[in-house]
Nanobody, 124 residues
Framework: VQLQASGGGLVQAGGSLRLSCAAS????????MGWFRQAPGTEREVVAA????????YCEDSVKGRFTISRDNAKNTVYLQMSSLKPEDTAIYYC??????????????????WGQGTLVTVSS
């Protein structure tokens, strides 16, 4: 599967962005999808994941209540709606897919497919 992330940009603190990740292939609905981010000088971290049936896991306490992950299997797309953005949300955001799993989790293992990343910059 090939993944194409989009929707990043420059936004002021308190603003919102919606990231999209479009997947190729007919088996999108069988993948667990995750959003990761990597800020300069830090390791990549998993932000949220969503399973086949839409179960969700939010893996960073700082994003709970502000970020929402969702998927549209008919459109082969996973989204990350980000609200009340903070400067510390500034990072490159990546979407990823893993096969052979059904439920979401905060494990970083098993992601075989990655999008190219989209930059989110939040100004104070």
């Amino acid at each position: 599967v090939q993944l194409q992330a989009s929707g990043g940009g420059l936004v002021q603190a308190g603003g919102s962005l919606r990231l999209s990740c479009a997947a190729s292939g007919r088996t999108f609905s069988s993948y667990v999808m995750g959003w990761f981010r990597q800020a300069p000088g830090t390791e990549r971290e998993v932000v949220a994941a969503i399973g086949w049936g839409g179960d969700k896991a939010y893996c960073e306490d700082s994003v709970k209540g502000r970020f929402t992950i969702s998927r549209d299997n008919a459109k082969n797309t996973v989204y990350l709606q980000m609200s009340s953005l903070k400067p510390e949300d500034t990072a490159i955001y990546y979407c990823a897919a893993k096969a052979g799993y059904s439920l979401s989790s905060c494990s970083t293992m098993g992601y075989d497919y990655w999008g190219q990343g989209t930059l989110v910059t939040v100004s104070s």
